[in-house]
């Protein structure tokens, strides 16, 4: 295991998986961010959909997180396919690990339907040994490395290691659908793979929790927003045309209509000094974010 070369604050740590899980995911991040109350607001950040299950191992405060729709208040958590953004939003010491799956591989772990963990939050409570879980809160509070805490969530994962590999087709799938641009048709993928478009989609839904016109539509919209991050953005109007859209225009529609506002308010700085420490965390996410790693 090796720390990422990412230039993190101390606060922000970012880890490659052990071997054994490195089919499975692709980061592992741990963040603690000082108590909020201390800077007299809440600490809150806005969080793009990236196409990656997670699983959030919680030690500090428990987080609010809300898509606009429905609103989760949670300590450790399971958090399926998001389509829309999620506010995040944490009243005290922010501390916790957050795992990172490649899109296919979260039913490795979990006995539950992909569709419903979509769009939501799932208390790790509900879905593994409550006793179990709550040890592992109070072990990651106690132990005193980063690298200590991380070797103890990847032991718990090992534990609950159902299979040994995804659905081969889905996995095919993402990554043709990925190569091509986010611009191939599902049909042509079907075809390509020799299934039905209804075997794929039945399949895709099960494996991922949503159909896959609609993950291929949020990974090329997370695509342009997470080049446009970094501290050098390109223009708006190229980065629509790199990730196949037809112009800035279509981005900016698909940008609303998906995910209610505009990329340039998105990308908007925030005054709060903690909710700048979450953004930056989750700007470097992006950034380094692979299905293909």
């Known amino acids: 295991m090796t720390a990422s070369s990412l230039p993190l604050t101390p606060l922000m740590e970012a880890f490659r998986p052990t071997p054994a899980l490195a089919d499975c995911i692709t980061d592992i991040w741990v963040w603690e961010i000082e108590s909020a109350a201390q800077q007299g607001d809440s600490a809150s950040l806005t969080l793009l959909p990236d196409g990656h299950p997670t699983m959030c191992f919680i030690y500090g405060a428990p987080l609010t997180a809300s898509d606009g729709l429905q609103a989760f208040t949670t300590r450790s958590a399971v958090c399926g396919f998001q389509a829309r953004p999620v506010q995040v939003t944490c009243g005290g010491r922010a501390a916790g690990i957050t795992v990172r799956f ?6 490795l772990f979990v006995r539950l339907s992909l569709e419903e963990a979509a769009e939501r939050r799932l208390d790790c409570r509900d879905l593994f040994a409550r006793s179990a879980i709550e040890d592992l809160e109070s072990e990651l509070y106690e132990l005193p490395t980063s690298v200590a805490r991380v070797r103890r969530v990847e032991r718990f994962l090992l534990a609950q290691l159902r299979a040994q590999s995804a659905d081969p087709l889905i996995e095919k799938a993402v990554h ?13 993928v079907a075809r390509d793979l020799g299934a039905s478009e209804r075997t794929l989609e039945r399949r895709f839904r099960r494996a991922i ?3 896959p016109k609609l993950f291929s539509r949020v990974m090329r919209l997370q695509s342009a927003l997470a080049v446009q991050a970094q501290a050098q953005p390109v223009r708006w109007s190229e980065r629509a045309l790199d990730a196949g859209f037809y112009d800035q225009a279509h981005l900016i529609r698909e940008t609303r209509e998906l995910f209610g506002i505009t990329p340039s308010t998105m990308l908007a700085p925030l005054s709060n ?7 930056e965390l ?7 974010s ?4």
């Open 102 to 107: 490649r899109p296919w591989s979260l039913p």
């Open 176 to 188: 043709q659908l990925c190569e091509g641009g986010y611009t191939t048709r599902v049909g042509q």
């Open 209 to 211: 929790g949503v159909a």
């Open 273 to 279: 000094p903690v909710a700048r420490g979450f953004q």
């Open 282 to 288: 989750a700007r470097e996410i992006a950034m380094s």
């Open 290 to 293: 692979s299905i293909f790693r």
